[in-house]
């Protein structure tokens, strides 16, 4: 069974950075699209940023311009590296992978969440 073991997380204050990274067991990471998503306390769970196989990359209105996502598929690794932090980044991350391709039919797994807190 794949697993995402996230790291990364903490606390920052306004304004500071944070890199996060994900690491796959997977054995078709190159072939998955991977993504981080947020769940803020009492909120919803919403896609911050994807990347597709092909690296190709998309981002929520919020983050865009201060949140890059990236992978080194031979690390089987995705990454957010996040600038400009505010507080309403303020979230637990997590991160999805989901099989594409002649994969699709597996199904998406999350990892177990890491904090951010943005707080001075």
């Known amino acids: 069974q794949v697993q995402l073991v996230e790291s990364g997380g903490g606390l920052v204050q306004p304004g500071g950075s944070l890199t996060l990274s994900c690491v796959s067991s997977?054995?078709?990471?190159?072939?998955?699209?991977m993504a981080w998503y947020r769940q803020a306390p009492g909120k919803q769970r919403d896609l911050v940023a994807l990347?597709?196989?092909?690296?190709?990359?998309n981002y929520a209105d919020s983050v865009k311009g201060r949140f890059t996502i990236s992978r080194d598929n031979a690390k089987k690794t995705v990454y957010l590296q996040m600038n400009s932090l505010k507080p309403e980044d303020t979230a637990v991350y997590y991160c999805?992978?989901?099989?594409?391709?002649?994969?699709?039919?597996?199904?998406?797994?999350w990892g177990q969440g890491t904090q951010v807190t943005v707080s001075s």
């Open positions: 999805n992978s989901r099989p594409t391709g002649k994969f699709s039919f597996l199904p998406p797994r």
């Open positions: 997977g054995t078709i990471f190159s072939s998955s699209a």
């Open positions: 990347i597709t196989s092909e690296m190709n990359t």
